[in-house]
């Protein structure tokens, strides 16, 4: 018996690039188009099976975050496919609950792997928007994920940090991710050099 597909809504308001979203989707393994909407309307996009809805809008940020809450309030991953170079429009979309974010001129490959990354609970954010967003908008960490970053720099391990702070070691997965998301720092040595920024900065600000 094949593997249940995953259920994707394309929502994008360019005809020629709705279409060519609809082409890839269709023609991906594993993947089945449920949706494929264009308009923005009062009421909610007609995704209702989707488990990712991918958006390719050219709305102001605002309204596209505001859509991704909903969106993921009602349970669908979301991958923003975007044309903007904007500095805050990933830290906006990744807070509105974003899973994925990737630029308009990526491959078909990159579309389908983050697909299928948000599609198994994980996010997908390409690196090149990590790397120039940070060098000039550090990301907000929240006080929960300064707790974990302090302990990963300590050396604790998953489990540890999860008995120390009494959560699930799935809750420090999810958090962990998170600040993947937001940083682009993956592995463990990453997370520990910027658990030492953060702590440098914390005193610096202090000093001020």
């Given amino acids: 018996m094949s593997p249940h597909p ?54 102001s940020t605002r309204d ?35 899973q994925g974010y990737l630029s308009q001129k990526a491959e078909e490959a990159e579309l389908l792997a983050a697909v299928r990354t948000v599609a198994s609970g994980r996010s997908y954010f390409s690196a090149g928007f990590n790397n120039r967003c940070l060098r000039t908008h550090p990301p907000h960490i929240t006080d929960r994920e300064m707790q974990i970053l302090e302990l990963v720099a300590s050396g604790a391990t998953d489990r540890e940090i999860a008995s120390e702070l009494k959560i699930s070691e799935h809750t420090v997965h999810s958090h962990l991710d ?31």
């Fill in 6 to 59: 995953t259920h994707v809504a394309v929502v994008s308001d360019c005809p020629l690039l709705q279409r060519g979203l609809e082409r890839v989707i269709d023609a991906a393994p594993g993947l089945e188009r449920v949706a494929s909407v264009r308009r923005i309307g009062e009421q909610q996009y007609e995704v209702d099976g989707a488990d990712v809805a991918l958006l390719n809008l050219q709305i």
């Fill in 64 to 98: 596209t975050a505001d859509l991704i809450t909903r969106l993921h309030q009602r349970g669908h991953a979301v991958v923003v496919l975007s044309t903007s170079s904007t500095q805050t429009d990933l830290f906006l979309f990744i807070e509105a609950g974003a």
């Fill in 178 to 208: 998170r600040l993947g998301s937001k940083t682009g720092s993956r592995r463990r040595a990453d997370l520990i050099r910027l658990a030492l920024q953060q702590e440098a900065a914390s005193e610096s600000s202090e000093d001020g």
